[in-house]
């Protein structure tokens, strides 16, 4: 899970732990491989006849996943002019993406709007204008977990879209590792920044009650979890430290609950397949129409 918090919860040695995940888990790469199948044709209809492009991202991390979307969205328009405004409650996470549009030529071409911030912070601060700026193109990719108000959020954020745009949330998938874990032991996890887990199965709930159309695609994901299974792992504790939204889970929680969630983990959340415990890790792409 990714993006930000109500101030951030990716800072210091929580953008380490963050990064390690991205690292081994291979969630860009699946998220990145989604995106690339799915919106060429989708750019090509929200952008057909216009004559520039504006895009928002929402808890776009470090920017990695947003510069694939833009250089695709340029691909597909090379001669529209293209903006791109970016809601990042981490400053350090924000900086990384700041120092990968300087060293992408074609990034460099886009006009950035940088708001440090969280998303309740950026929908207050949209509110107070007198007219708000409205997007082609709006992305919101695994952070919904960290918003205060699931439906309302969406609300807003769908509230800003141009004719034909699309707002596009990735979430983790509903019955993937993720939702299993997280709610079975909602009571223990759901305490620090996230206060009440949501999967694709939540998101499309508040989607019906909103009456918005929406497509839903997903994008299969599993990454290796084997070493958690080992007590002197250091690699293991560091997965299951973020897995679980701990600073350390050895010391985070109880034996006993430790020993339920590695045997949910390994009997529940995931798949064995030539001595690796694979854990699901399946996304759900959801594009709302404007």
């Known amino acids: 899970m990714a993006a930000e918090a109500q101030h951030t919860c990716y800072e210091g040695d929580n953008v380490h732990i963050f990064q390690f995940y991205l690292e081994h888990s291979g969630e860009h790469k699946a998220i990145v491989q989604c995106v690339n199948n799915l919106l060429a044709r989708e750019f090509k209809r929200i952008g057909e006849g216009k004559s520039s492009l504006s895009v928002l991202g929402v808890g776009s991390g470090g920017g990695e996943v947003d510069a694939q979307i ?10 529209v002019p293209i903006t791109a405004d970016i809601v990042e409650g981490s400053s350090e996470l924000s900086d990384n993406f700041k120092a990968l549009v300087a060293k992408t030529a074609s990034l460099q071409k886009i006009p950035f709007g940088w708001n440090i911030m969280s998303s309740e912070d950026y929908v207050k601060q949209v509110k107070t204008k007198s007219e708000m700026k409205k997007f082609d193109f709006i992305h919101m990719i695994q952070m919904i977990y960290y918003v205060e108000n699931l439906c309302e959020t969406i609300s807003f954020y769908h509230s800003l879209l141009k004719a034909n745009g699309r707002l596009m949330i990735i979430v983790e998938a509903a019955n993937s590792g993720w939702d299993t874990l997280w709610k079975t032991y909602s009571k223990e996890l759901c305490v620090g920044v996230i206060k ?62 430790r020993a339920g969630m590695l045997d949910l983990l390994r009997r529940k959340c995931s798949a064995e397949k030539d001595g690796k415990v694979l854990f699901n890790s399946d996304l759900s792409c959801i594009l709302v129409h404007a």
């Open 70 to 79: 833009l250089t695709l969205l340029q691909s597909v328009f090379p001669a």
């Open 196 to 257: 009440e887990y949501r999967s694709s199965a939540e998101v499309i709930a508040c989607l019906k009650s909103l009456g918005l159309k929406y497509d839903e695609h997903s994008a299969p994901n599993a990454f290796d979890i084997t070493e958690c299974f080992n007590p002197g792992s250091c690699h293991g504790e560091r997965l299951l430290s973020f897995m679980t939204g701990s600073d350390k889970f050895h010391e985070s929680f109880t034996p006993e609950i």
